[in-house]
């Protein structure tokens, strides 16, 4: 079996929805990749391929639980298709020595530009006056009014990472002033950092730009929203989990916010009942902010490489669980003496390193 694939890694897709042309990412990378559901194996000559138990997983949405590594021994690492990794058990994942690689570096303008697109059509109405016209409604202004310049709004960011950042760059010529909160940011020219509290209450439209996680499930919940101005528009491009939408739906029904603009839901596609959808002065788009052709394709080719480049021992830069696998090994090691800690950094194609591969990692045999 192992001759099937000549000992390169094998790497399994569990969304369908990559699959079918990661063949040019995995010959890129050397490394074989089929997709589990078809049972089918991608790469020619490797027909067998699908027997072979896989190196790792690619994965998009699908949750990747303890459970699920359990079921699945050989991986040593799982690939997100994305920059969140929020849909992956990163303890879980670190126990058992399986590294966790994201990708992310692939998409900052195509959110960015979103996220800029969805705040110009809460200002200007564009969904709503689209609508008003295909009804017939021509001349019926009122409905959209209020409407104020955007260059007296303070736009207010929470979390200005990668993206949150390239949102700064996009939105400065349009916005009198731009606000932020992110407990991790250093300073960023014409921005002043303020509390969650200053955020909130300043914001004429309020934006998303962090990860989801234990701690920021539910962030903008009724609270949070109370201590927004009535006038405020939300936008979440980030993750639906980010905020309770039931919460928002009830405010934007009562007028306590007045507009919403999302990519993402706490439930993807949302049900026909999700209140959302009858929620007033709404824009709601697929979670489609990080896809363009360019960005998918970068997608695709960095995730494989990156996976194949852990697979054969390699640092990477975009290693999610660095801490945790050096943790993990250490512990191995003092308690039995079985996993050495050693380094070894290599940089990864052409790219630049978007973060500093600082820390131990601990070396992933492949067998
Ligand atoms: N809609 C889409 O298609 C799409 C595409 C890409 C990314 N995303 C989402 O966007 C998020 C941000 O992406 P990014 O590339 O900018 O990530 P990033 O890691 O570069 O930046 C996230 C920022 O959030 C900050 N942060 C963390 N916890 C915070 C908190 N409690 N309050 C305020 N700030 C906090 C971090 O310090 C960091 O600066 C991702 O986690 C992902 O979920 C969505
Ligand atoms: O699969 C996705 O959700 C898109 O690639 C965006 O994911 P990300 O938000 O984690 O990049």
Redesign the pocket.
Known sequence: MQDVNSGQPLLEVLDSSYGSVDVEAAAAASVYIRVRDAREARTEGDENASIIPADGVLVQYANITAEVMDANPTWKVIGRY???VDTIDLAAASARSIAVVNV?DY??EE?ATHAAALVLDANRRITAADALVRRGEWADWAQLRPIAPLSTATLSL???????REVIRLMRPFVGRIIA?????GAIEGVELVDLDTALAEGDVVSL????SA??HHLIGADAIARMKPTATLVN???GGLVDGAALAAALHDGRLASAAL??LETEPPAADDPLLAAPNTIITN?L??YSEASEQRLRARLAERCAAVLRGRDIPSLVNRQGLADAAGAASSEAGRHAASVTTETIGAEAPTEPATAAVPTLEHS
């Not at 909160?181 to 940011?185: L, R």
């Not at 730009?209 to 989801?212: A, G």
């Open positions: 994305g920059v969140g992310p998409c900052e959110v929470i979390g200005v990472g990668r993206i949150g909160h992110d407990p991790y940011a730009h962090l990860p989801l701690a920021t491009v980030s993750r990519d993402v979670h902010a990080w």
